[in-house]
Nanobody, 118 residues
């Protein structure tokens, strides 16, 4: 069982920034698609962003231009830089890992809380 570990969540005012990190063990990190999902209170978990092994990225429309996903394969670490945060961005953010060629998520992190409030 792969253990993904997120960090970097917290309380921030609207317009502020946070950077989330996700560390994944193992020697195959660079081959996996790594992503972020979030779940707001009373809502379903939703896709936020993903970085694939070939360097391509994808984002949900509502975060384009504000969030940036990146990865450091040498450190087995993925990041989500979140700028211009809005109250609607509040939720638990989950790190995800997807095996090459698979459409479903292989592993999840435990989640980190992000709260955007004045």
């Amino acid at each position: 069982q792969v253990q993904l570990v997120e960090s970097g969540g917290g309380l921030v005012q609207p317009g502020g920034s946070l950077r989330l990190s996700c560390v994944a063990p193992g020697k195959t990190f660079s081959r996996y698609a790594m992503g972020w999902y979030r779940q707001a209170p009373g809502k379903q978990r939703e896709f936020v962003a993903e970085s694939t092994s070939d360097g391509s990225t994808d984002y949900i429309e509502s975060v384009k231009g504000r969030f940036t996903i990146s990865r450091d394969n040498a450190k087995n670490t993925m990041y989500l830089q979140m700028n211009s945060l809005e109250p609607e961005d509040t939720g638990v953010y989950y790190c995800s890992s997807r095996r090459p060629g698979w459409s479903t998520i292989s592993y999840w992190g435990q989640g980190t809380q992000v709260t955007v409030s004045s």
